[in-house]
């Protein structure tokens, strides 16, 4: 019967793993668990491009020197006739042409076309009729340019994720099924809407790349493009087009579209079947599962997942077969994890609840334990048991342990101490005498050093008190309790953990009104350094509340609440007046300062708080133009056309609007151009390390650049150092907000700094 046992188990162990690995056969279920490991397949085989493949970037360097936007078909018109006489094989955008520009600009482009023999393929896709319709619509080049080019589909097919993993090899728009911009330049056919995996192991960095404008300018060599497939397309931050790919990262779709011309110049890569890793993974499963000891379990577990991934990779690699892993990855883990819990299990049945080292019971004797009545739970942490491990050997640290437990027995309800963590004994108070007169007897007890073969040993205590049912809350709250009472250098200190009035009282968001008419809400100011001034010349509002009893609760509890109950614009308009009042007072004493405050994406286009705030502005001696609105970038890209609309009501009654977090959504410099912007501010993420980081120092440069030249200011927010200031400073940033300059602070500590600051820049 006992050689029976194992047998049964490993059984158990591996019908349950496969079963659970058929589960992960599931796209729905397995597919998001696929799309995790993909970078990892990526990374471990790196290969570099074909360079039969060159693209043509519009780049930043490319936007400064034609300096318009949209830009004049002139230039694409100088660009293929460049590429053309310099050999190139074909000439392949990935720009839009579906609408007319000038008549001028049309015609010299259409004639370019036409000398170049057809080799030139323009872009055809379908787009969404309007928000709120589902009818698609085919956007094709205008018919001038059609009759002397070939059409090809620049379609992505983003994963459920967002993230842009395989292509199609083609696409139907207008009727007529039509080759994607990768199967057309690597020669290859299939069937409409047929997707293959990009294999993203090829390095994007060494597909060969020329500057649009140098293209234009003829700065380049013939023969670097002579006999290439060309593609052309944006690069450029500002201009969009990017998308998230696996192991790359965010990369403009130009480059997604040569990665996927390259993946088919190889070969076609094929689908394979799932369930071919699961067996192969349950074959593997039986050798882990007869190793019984600890380090065969580790050698054949490493082994197993080892050679499975050689095996899928030469899969990928070498015949060209790209199987999803999950499952069979699943399967093994599952079998590990089976094995794991099996010997866990039988080492437990040999373990009784004690403490090793000093046999005392251990947590997990005390969580056991059941109160049917609240009783006090005392956790005594001891201070200095590090210094006491270094002086005694084990043994006698266990016996200076045991003493101090013994003296502890003395105050417990039932005589039982419990060694629940390294440095924490716990045990329960007596319930027949006051807690404080129970923490002085325990107080006067501890005092005393213990004897530990002769030697005289002081034990440096701090005691934590909870009062509840639960066993194992007791003691986390107790245990918490000590570590504040240790930090506020007291003996002992009870805890106050109410953890379900406090969730009822944040999820009912009761308190904020009454905080409120309290003055419990405040406004801090973080100031805004003007870089050519080195005066503070605005400051941004936030909001902070100080609860009498639960103390400080931070923004990032309360704001998202308050906008999911409704009181966002109640909490809005109270920022709103205490900033005008207090606008009202540093502008009487010659303080000229323009305040941001943040307007909620819930509150944009409500006409109810957009009546509010005319009403507030018109009872308000502060004129409208030191306020400044900060809304988010996201925000304003959820409900376009009512975002501006709104945006411009605000501009119209003279408060400034500014875009926050910028650099972390979706907005295009075309959009920013149709926003009645007075300012940018930079998001801390691209700002922090732009001084050391090239990507962050090209981002925030062309930002600069580029709001200046549509008559923007620029804040950078995140500084933090004097470093990044320079950075800013050096590239004519307007304002600068962080740390290094500020912390957020109350009015009258701003006012003083702002004096300061006066002081210095005079």
Not at 18 to 36: F, K, T, Y
Not at 585 to 603: D, F, K, Q
Not at 703 to 715: E, F, N, P, S, Y
Request: proline share 5%; net charge negative; glycine share 6%.
């Amino acid at each position: 019967m006992m050689a029976r046992r194992p047998r049964r188990s490993s059984a158990i162990i591996l019908l349950v793993a496969a079963l659970c690995g058929s589960i992960l056969l599931v796209p729905a279920i397995g597919g998001p668990i696929d799309r995790i490991i993909d970078p990892v397949r990526f990374a471990v085989h790196h290969r570099s491009a074909s360079k039969t493949t060159v693209v043509v970037e519009m780049d930043a360097a490319s936007v400064a020197a034609i300096r318009s936007w949209p830009w004049p078909r002139r230039h694409y018109a100088q660009v293929i006739d460049a590429l053309h006489h310099a050999g190139a094989a074909t000439i392949v955008f990935d720009v839009d042409f579906s609408s007319r520009s000038t008549v001028v600009d049309d015609r010299l482009m259409a004639d370019a076309l036409a000398r170049a023999g057809g080799s030139v393929v323009l872009p055809t896709f379908a787009q969404r009729a309007g928000e709120n319709d589902g009818r698609s619509l085919d956007a094709l080049p205008i018919p001038e340019f059609r009759p002397n080019v070939t059409l090809a589909s620049v379609s992505m097919a983003p994963d459920v994720d967002g993230i842009v993993r395989s292509m199609p090899m083609a696409t139907i728009t207008a009727g007529v099924p039509r080759p994607t911009l990768s199967a057309y330049v690597a020669s290859r056919s299939g069937q409409a809407d047929q997707t293959f995996p990009i294999d993203l192991s090829i390095d994007p960095a060494t597909i060969p790349r020329l500057s649009f404008a140098s293209v234009m300018q003829g700065h380049f060599d013939p023969a670097a493009v002579r006999g290439k497939n060309i593609l052309i397309g944006t690069t450029a931050i500002e201009m969009g087009d990017r998308y998230a790919v696996p192991l790359w990262g965010v990369l403009p779709g130009v480059i997604i579209q040569a990665l996927a011309a390259e993946t088919l110049i190889v070969g076609v890569p094929q689908q394979g079947n799932a369930v071919i890793p699961l067996l192969a993974a349950l074959l593997l499963g039986v050798a882990i599962l007869w190793r019984r000891h600890t380090l065969g379990l580790i050698l054949s577990t490493t082994g197993a997942i080892v050679a499975f991934h050689v095996a899928v990779l030469a899969a990928q690699y070498a015949l060209w077969i790209d199987y999803p892993i999950a499952s069979g990855l699943g399967t093994i883990c599952l079998v590990v994890a089976g094995c794991v819990t099996r010997d866990i299990v039988r080492r437990f049945r040999m373990q009784s609840q004690t403490d090793e080292t000093t046999l005392l019971p251990n947590r997990s004797a005390f969580t056991r334990r059941s109160f049917a009545q609240p009783v006090d739970v005392a956790v005594v942490k001891i201070d200095n048991l590090d210094a006491i491990a270094a002086v005694l050997g084990p043994q006698e640290l266990a016996n200076a342990l045991i003493r101090t437990a013994e003296r502890l027995k003395l105050a417990s309800v039932d005589h039982q101490v419990y060694r629940v963590r390294g440095h924490h004994l716990a045990y329960v108070v007596a319930a027949d005498q006051q807690l404080d007169d129970a923490m002085a007897g325990l107080r006067a007890i501890l005092r005393q050093p213990v004897e530990v073969n002769g030697r005289r040993i002081d034990v440096l205590t701090s005691v934590g008190v909870a009062h509840g049912t639960d066993p194992a809350t007791l003691l986390t709250d107790a245990a918490l309790a000590a570590e504040q009472a240790q930090a506020a250098n007291t003996f002992w200190r009870q805890s106050v953990a109410n953890h379900g009035k406090l969730e009822r009282s944040l999820s009912l968001m009761s308190d904020l009104e009454d905080a409120m008419a309290a003055g419990h809400i405040e406004v801090f100011y973080q100031p805004k350094l003007s870089l050519s001034t080195n005066r503070v010349t605005s400051v941004e509002a936030l909001v902070r509340w100080r609860d009498p009893e639960r103390g400080f609760i931070g923004p990032d509890q309360f704001i998202p609440m308050a906008e999911q109950t409704g009181r966002i614009q109640a909490l809005t308009l109270h920022i709103l007046a205490i900033v005008l009042n207090d606008a009202s007072h540093w502008r009487s004493l010659g303080y000229p300062m323009t305040a941001g405050i943040n307007i909620s994406a819930t509150l944009l286009t409500s006409k109810a708080f957009n009546d509010e705030v005319e009403a507030l502005l018109a009872r308000s001696s502060v004129p409208a133009g030191d306020l400044i609105f900060e809304v988010t970038e996201s925000a304003a890209m959820d409900d376009q056309e009512a975002a501006i609309v709104a945006l411009r009501r605000y501009r119209d009654l003279g408060v400034a609007v500014s875009m926050d977090d910028y650099g972390t959504g979706q907005s295009t410099l075309s959009y920013i151009q149709l926003l009645p912007l007075s300012e940018l501010k930079i998001d801390r993420s691209f700002v922090q390390f732009a001084h050391q980081n090239a990507s962050d120092a090209i981002l925030v440069q062309s930002t600069i650049d580029l709001a200046h030249r549509l008559g923007i200011k620029v804040v950078a927010e995140g500084i933090e150092d004097e470093a990044c200031l320079e950075f800013l400073r050096a590239n004519h940033c307007d304002l600068a907000q962080g740390y290094h300059i500020s912390r957020p602070v109350p009015v009258a500590d701003l006012l003083r700094f702002v004096g300061d600051v006066r002081g210095m820049a005079a």
